[in-house]
């Protein structure tokens, strides 16, 4: 059947299950945009493309499904870019689609002509610029399938207006939902002979541990760490990306590893003899000094991409393909084995646990107390925790309880202030039957807080939790450590974010103390409405423990 290009994408986007989609219009796109006026599909009008993109990211992570968002040429399309670039990061699987100026206006400085090609090329998995209509409905089926396959990540496709408005003929195709097929996942020629060689290091380890990453949430491999865990009865320790990835009231988690982690974890890590990696990267705030982090140790490497490998941290052992297919290999081969006792090390980080024991402080409204306390106030409640980035970002993945992989959302790699907002929008969309919480800061919060003006379009019940301590947090606390309490631009003037959530149509309650805290928490609990909670703290609260830069991960500023 003969269909326009706009036609066409739209068509494929019903192929791949697309239900909902974040976007702008302009004049590039408009021609998308008459084609989805009868779709059944939903649009999300954001306030900024930016926020379109986050919250493509954010329904991407909760839900596993690819994020698909929408802008038009130029300034659209580079609003996007922030929002790519955090997604390409974390591996996140994003589908964005540009408009852009008609091919016969290409090269000359056309009304809103960017070469968003060449701008995103190192920010996504891959992109397309489509020249022809003929390639049109096949690029955007190989875009999901990129975006979804292997390592996830954003991929971009570039549409000229005239393609949007030619017509050619259009052949439908059977949805892939962005899945790789089986026969296409990598595996070394000697898999089998790796994972043996893996688990014999394993077995005769005296001190092992198991760093856990974002790589592990893709499909149902967090449930094969756990059983690995279990069989073995080895100590676990996430990076930021990793947390839910195991349960945290787990006895063999031992928390947050790395520039702001755990110190039981830091110390784990630091004696460990062997280091079990699983879908991570060993980024800087992780392993702090490369050139330490490894001495004294067996490195086994498991990672689905391949170029991570040996990038920071070399690794004596390295299994690369589909990380579940890896762990249900491990698991097999240590069914035959008998169990290994760790008993001694397990006595060592018991002593650890002893003498680092957290003790909330209950005299003042602080953000250790906030977590734990949502955190016990919603056990047994489907909740979805979403960060921004700062201060708050680090609190609240010391001090939340997360125990699902996809209940965990939050920017690492790129350390996007302005994320959270948007991407908590994402993820309640696409999890309409859990309660969304997010966690942001001040400072945060303004960068892009006028989309708690689309939340309240969209009637979604979110929970945002701002933790006011009128500074730049992370970076006052940067200043205060290293620049001799020189705090250049990094205090904020105050701002009525109560009176602001009100004006937007919010619910809002300002908390100054824990029992206003609490009270508050409970309405939002019980409200079906977006509910914002200004929790004001100390300027000069501190995230403890934290690392000395440079230096291994058991030595610590505070």
Not at 163 to 191: H, V
Not at 476 to 489: A, D, H, I, K, P
Not at 521 to 536: C, D, G, K, T, Y
């Amino acid at each position: 059947m003969q269909l326009s290009g706009s036609e066409m994408i739209v068509k494929c986007l019903l192929e791949q299950n697309v239900d909902i989609i974040f976007g702008y219009p302009g004049g590039a796109n408009l021609p998308l945009y008459d084609a989805l006026y009868d779709a059944p599909i939903r649009h999300v009008l954001t306030v900024h493309e930016q926020g379109a993109a986050h919250a493509a990211d954010g329904y991407a992570r909760s839900s596993g499904k690819v994020g698909v968002c929408i802008a038009t040429s130029g300034p659209g399309a580079t609003n996007l870019v922030t929002g790519l670039a955090t997604a390409f990061m974390d591996s996140s699987p994003v589908v964005a689609i540009t408009g852009q100026v008609a091919t016969t206006l290409f090269g000359q400085d056309s009304f809103q002509e960017v070469d968003v090609i060449g701008v995103t090329m190192p920010i996504t998995k891959h992109n397309f610029l489509v020249k022809d209509i003929s390639e049109l409905a096949e690029t955007v089926r190989k875009a999901f399938h990129i975006a979804g396959s292997g390592r996830p990540g954003p991929v971009l496709i570039d549409v000229p207006r005239d393609i949007m408005l030619a017509r050619s003929e259009f052949t439908a195709a059977i949805c892939t939902n962005g899945k790789i097929p089986a026969k296409e996942r990598s595996a070394q020629p000697s898999f089998q002979d790796t994972v043996m060689a893996a688990v014999e290091v394993i077995h005769r380890a005296k001190q092992p541990v198991m760093l856990v990453g974002g790589g592990m949430k893709a499909g149902d491999t967090w449930k094969e760490v756990k059983k690995l865990a279990e069989t073995l009865r080895i100590p676990v320790v996430s990076t930021l990306m990793g947390l839910g990835a195991f349960p945290a009231k787990h006895p063999c988690f031992l928390g947050l590893t790395g520039m702001h982690g755990h110190k039981t974890a830091n110390w784990t890590v630091s004696e460990a003899d062997v280091i079990l990696a699983v879908g991570t990267r060993f980024s800087d705030r992780v392993t702090s000094d490369c050139s330490k982090y490894a001495i004294g140790k067996t490195i086994i490497h498991l990672d689905v991409d391949s170029t991570e490998v040996n990038k920071n941290i070399p690794a004596e052992i390295v299994v690369i393909g589909d990380l579940q297919r890896t762990l249900l290999a491990m698991n097999a081969a240590f069914l035959n084995r008998p169990t290994v006792d760790f008993s001694y090390w397990w006595e060592r980080i018991a002593s650890w646990q002893k003498d680092f024991f957290v003790k909330y402080n209950t005299n003042s409204l602080n953000a250790p107390w906030i977590m734990q306390h949502m955190s016990g106030n919603t056990l047994g409640q489907s909740v979805i925790w979403v960060t921004d980035v700062g201060q708050h970002q680090m609190w609240a993945a010391q001090h939340l309880q997360i125990d699902l992989p996809r209940n965990w959302i939050s920017s690492g790699g790129l350390g996007t202030m302005g994320f959270g907002v948007p991407a908590a929008i994402g993820a309640q969309f696409a999890c309409p039957d859990k309660r969304t919480v997010l966690v942001v800061g001040d400072g945060g919060f303004k960068m892009t807080g006028m989309e708690l003006y689309t939340a309240i379009n969209a009637e979604l019940p979110i929970i945002i939790v701002i933790i006011n301590n009128q500074a730049l947090g992370l970076v006052r606390q940067l200043q205060r450590e290293f620049c001799r309490q020189r705090y250049t631009e990094s205090n904020l003037a105050n701002f009525d974010f109560a009176g602001f959530a009100h004006i937007c149509g919010a619910l809002a309650a300002t908390a100054n103390t824990s029992a206003e805290f609490s009270s508050a928490f409970a309405q939002a609990l019980q409200s079906e409405r977006a509910f914002v909670i200004v929790a004001n703290i100390a300027r000069e609260d501190l995230v403890e423990p934290m690392v000395s830069p440079g230096q291994p991960i058991n030595q610590f500023v505070r």
